[in-house]
């Protein structure tokens, strides 16, 4: 760590009364019949406080509560009287969870899967998180049958665990094709995945199945739709590809034109010689760098759209 890098808080972790801490509001008849809540409940009573608190020195043997609000209420609530602590070095909560990624349901099913081999059962583990069993079952077996690019592809998204399910019916070229489908439209329900389910080729199917004709067309209806979602993602990764090249570009012409407007001869040229040509340099400084950022993103956003639509038709026609 750099010596110049003044560390937030203290480190060692300290017991502390609990009496003596005082919190910056209470927590709602809502907050307290909240999942989150209920899980952080069930994990202090079988597990005890796995995270400290984080708390401020205010003076007279006070402190102030940064992070912990719901893990302090629990304990207040189940009467005990000291708890653990981080003692943070000033009084602002920013860095204390405020900026942390949700685990996503890829990361939950690897959690499970290192505590079942540790020797914890899955009893255990259910109790511990507050849900059923079934549930702790379905996140273990969540990854079965699905292929490891659509992984490390879904890693880091919210994912519903029943998409993978649904996923698990197509082969694995199908998979990616839909996985990426999903991550361009930025969406990742479970309904998104039957619409794409719909319109994967059938070649592409563990069990193809048989089309089903709610109305006269539907098969011819479905592989036009095919058609247009493939045309579709191949438009989204060329514009894609050209976006990533165009932001380059107008960053640079931007900071390039910056630069010679920061030096005062050639600005006093300009307004001498160039007056209008200054003003149009002004304004693409201001306004107007905004204004092509959004043209250059337009296009992604219109054919990720365009993606949606597809499939929401697809379900309609299936």
């Given at each position: ?107 939950e099913h690897y959690m499970i899967l290192k505590a079942l081999s540790n020797g914890v059962n899955e009893q255990d583990i259910s109790v511990s ?126 900071g390039y034109v910056e630069r010679l407007l920061a030096n005062p001869r050639i600005a006093k040229y300009l307004a001498k010689h160039h007056a ?43």
């Open positions: 760590m750099n010596s110049s890098t003044n560390v937030g808080f203290e480190l060692r972790t300290v017991l502390l009364p609990i009496a003596s801490i005082s919190t910056r509001g209470t927590l709602t008849t809502e907050v307290r019949k909240s999942r989150k809540y209920k899980q952080i409940a069930a994990s202090i009573a079988y597990l005890g406080l796995v995270e400290p608190l984080v708390v401020s020195p205010i003076g007279d043997g006070k402190f102030l509560l940064l992070d912990g609000a719901i893990r302090l209420d629990v304990l207040t609530e189940r009467q005990e009287t000291e708890v653990r602590c981080i003692l943070s070095t000033d009084d602002e909560g920013y860095t204390y969870n405020k900026r942390v990624n949700q685990l996503s349901n890829i990361g998180l507050s849900v059923d069993v079934e549930t702790i079952r379905r996140k273990r077996s969540m990854l079965d049958g699905i292929c490891k690019e659509v992984v490390e592809l879904l890693t880091n998204r919210r994912v519903a665990v029943q998409t993978y399910g649904v996923l698990r019916k197509m082969k694995p070229i199908g998979q990616i094709q839909a996985a990426e489908r999903m991550i361009h439209a930025n969406a990742f329900s479970t309904r998104m995945a039957k619409a794409l389910l719909t319109i994967t080729k059938p070649e592409l199917l563990v069990t193809p199945e048989k089309v089903s004709r709610s109305s006269p067309g539907s098969g011819a209806k479905l592989e036009v739709l095919q058609q247009e979602s493939e045309a579709l993602l191949t438009d989204l990764k060329q514009v894609e590809e050209s976006y990533a090249t165009q932001a380059l570009d107008l960053t640079l012409g931007l209008e040509l200054l003003n149009e340099f002004t304004k693409l400084l201001g306004e107007k760098a905004e204004e092509m950022s959004r043209t250059i993103t337009h296009p992604i956003q219109k054919t990720a759209k365009a993606v949606r639509s597809v499939t929401k038709r697809a379900a309609n026609v299936a």
